[in-house]
């Protein structure tokens, strides 16, 4: 993860917790649901290429490889 993303969730992760303090749990659990799910989409796209090229050379070797 690049370095301004992780100040920015750290900012967010912070103002979720200031604002969600005293809300019912399911709002709560809600909330850090929706954030847990931001955060595996991220990583999922840190880990798997997005340009297209570079995806088909992705693919490709892992074809060879199995």
Same mark, same amino acid.
């Given at each position: 993860?690049?370095? =301004? #993303?992780?100040?920015? #969730? &750290? %900012?967010?992760?912070?103002?979720?917790?200031?604002? !969600?303090?005293?809300? =019912?749990?399911?709002? &709560? &659990?809600?909330?850090? $649901?929706?954030? %847990? !799910? $931001? #955060?595996?989409?991220? %990583? #999922?796209? /840190?880990?798997? =290429?997005?340009? /297209? &090229?570079?995806? !088909? %050379?992705?693919?490709?070797?892992?074809?060879?490889?199995?």
């Amino acid at each position: 993860m690049s370095r =301004p #993303l992780i100040s920015f #969730l &750290a %900012a967010g992760v912070t103002g979720m917790v200031v604002a !969600l303090t005293g809300a =019912p749990w399911w709002l &709560a &659990a809600t909330a850090f $649901g929706c954030l %847990a !799910l $931001g #955060l595996g989409v991220v %990583a #999922l796209q /840190s880990v798997f =290429p997005q340009e /297209s &090229a570079h995806r !088909l %050379a992705w693919w490709r070797d892992r074809r060879r490889h199995r």
